[in-house]
């Protein structure tokens, strides 16, 4: 299994709050995760980044220990409860960093299952005989109204509200996380990004690039079209 990643400042914010980070557990395990922060600049910043440590501390501890794919899905929830009381008891004792958080996608691949868990509207993709598949449910106010019937997928694009999420991992003592999982296979490619790329670049142009760019420069060809949106 093969990975990569790249994130970027973007036009419109003077920091990055995204944060990411993946690697491999063996020669058949691999696991990954994104963060985006909220919370002002440093706020975001802080938690997403908090949160990747504290989930890769949790994973590469608990994994030896987690041999069936029941033990996976515990461990990945842990993981997040783990994260979620890090990144909320430091805004409680840091008044500068009172009410960060951050959504998180984090997935953990190994003997032909992907397992993944999320909070927020940060997702993950399976890209398998060139279809771009999405795996996660947006944590959203705009997911929801498209639920209830009150938007169409295509006025959720562009809804102005289209931000408000109703999850977040740190905000509170508890979290809340969907958990999934899928069989994969040799060729599949799995993508977890951040609202940046997907407010930005439409699926159907996600899904051309991972057809026609080499793997490894995927990445940086998804940053320049988010750039050129906007």
Same mark, same amino acid.
């Given at each position: ?27 058949n395990?691999?696991?990954?995760? /994104?963060?985006?922060?909220?919370g ?15 989930? #890769?501390? %949790? ?55 992907? #397992?993944?868990?999320? /909070? ?26 498209v ?20 999850? %977040? ?29 997907t ?23 998804? /940053? ?7």
């Open positions: 299994m093969q990975f990569a990643g790249q994130t970027d400042i973007g036009l419109v914010r003077k920091t990055n709050q995204d944060a990411y980070n993946a690697g491999a557990l063996s020669e395990a691999v696991w990954a995760v /994104v963060c985006d922060g909220m002002g600049a440093r706020g975001g910043r802080f938690a997403s980044t908090m949160a990747v440590d504290a989930l #890769q501390q %949790a994973i590469e501890a608990g994994i030896d220990e987690a041999h069936t794919p029941q033990a996976g899905r515990a461990l990945l929830e842990s993981a997040v409860e783990q994260a979620n009381r890090s990144v909320y008891e430091k805004a409680r004792g840091t008044p500068s960093l009172s009410g960060m958080g951050t959504t998180v996608v984090c997935a953990l691949v190994r003997g032909g299952l992907a #397992q993944y868990v999320h /909070v927020g509207d940060s997702r993950i993709y399976l890209f398998r005989n060139n279809k771009l598949l999405q795996l996660t449910k947006d944590h959203s106010m705009v997911q929801e109204m639920e209830q019937g009150a938007l169409t997928e295509e006025e959720a694009q562009n809804h102005p509200r289209k931000n408000l999420i109703t999850r %977040a991992l740190g905000v509170g003592r508890d979290v809340e996380a969907d958990f999934g999982e899928k069989e994969v296979s040799p060729r599949d490619i799995l993508l977890l990004c951040t609202d940046g790329l407010n930005m670049v439409a699926d159907d142009d996600i899904a051309q690039v991972l057809r026609e760019v080499p793997f490894f420069d995927a990445t940086s060809i998804l /940053v320049d079209r988010a750039l050129q949106a906007g």
